[in-house]
T-cell receptor
Framework: AQSVTQPDIHITVSEGASLELRCNYS??????LFWYVQSPGQGLQLLLK??????LVQGIKGFEAEFKRSQSSFNLRKPSVHWSDAAEYFC??????????FGTGTRLTIIP | DTEVTQTPKHLVMGMTNKKSLKCEQH?????MYWYKQKAKKPPELMFV???????INESVPSRFSPECPNSSLLNLHLHALQPEDSALYLC??????????????FGPGTRLTVL
């Protein structure tokens, strides 16, 4: 069965600290992989995506993600977070059925 | 212009009312989507239109009726809703529904409250 897991419901980090948000999937092949961010009361914005090629992907707002086939993971990272990064983050694979499958999301809180 | 607009931003309606949500994009995208998002949950796909034809209906109750009058517009007609239908309704668009690598662009959503 196809599935996506974001193990961390809520993460709190200090401003300026590094960040890693985890995403694991279960699928017999490499899905199309997306990370979206949703600020409070807003729609979703694409941070980055991966399908093939270089396994380290650069996105907007200083985010990057690394695809690891052996771990079926696509973790999102940022070296130094800003207060404006406080939001909900969704990992969303496309398992080849024309639909995004959203993970349950990770809520990021930034403390000064 | 990479914007998807949605109106209204907020809507409060009674269970006997009829109302409509509107979504518009001018990016030349040929796929448009409706999602429903409950608080602290991920978006759930409701409908997909591709080239103005309904391609996916995720077993949504008939009290929700989508319409795609042209390639730029997507409506969601609401009738006889229940309080549990209160949610954020998100519209999205992408270049082509069948190209799974295409990014979906989301609107800011309509916050719907059913009394």
């Amino acid at each position: 069965a196809q599935s996506v897991t974001q193990p961390d419901i809520h993460i709190t980090v200090s401003e300026g600290a590094s960040l890693e948000l985890r995403c694991n999937y279960s699928y017999g092949a490499t899905p199309y992989l997306f990370w979206y961010v949703q600020s409070p009361g807003q729609g979703l914005q694409l941070l980055l995506k991966y399908f093939s090629g270089d396994t380290l992907v650069q996105g907007i707002k200083g985010f990057e993600a690394e695809f690891k086939r052996s771990q079926s993971s696509f973790n999102l990272r940022k070296p130094s977070v800003h207060w404006s990064d406080a939001a909900e983050y969704f990992c969303a694979p496309n398992f080849g059925n024309e639909k995004l499958t959203f993970g349950t999301g990770t809520r990021l809180t930034i403390i000064p | 212009d990479t914007e998807v607009t949605q109106t209204p931003k907020h809507l409060v309606m009674g269970m006997t009312n009829k109302k409509s949500l509107k979504c518009e994009q001018h990016m030349g995208h040929r796929a448009m989507y409706w999602y429903k998002q409950k608080a602290k949950k991920p978006p759930e796909l409701m409908f997909v239109y591709s080239y103005e034809k309904l391609s996916i209906n995720e077993s949504v109750p008939s009290r929700f009726s989508p319409e795609c009058p042209n390639s730029s517009l997507l409506n969601l007609h609401l009738h006889a809703l229940q309080p549990e239908d209160s949610a954020l309704y998100l519209c999205a668009s992408s270049q082509d529904w069948t190209n799974w690598y295409n990014e979906q662009f989301f609107g800011p959503g309509t916050r719907l409250t059913v009394l």
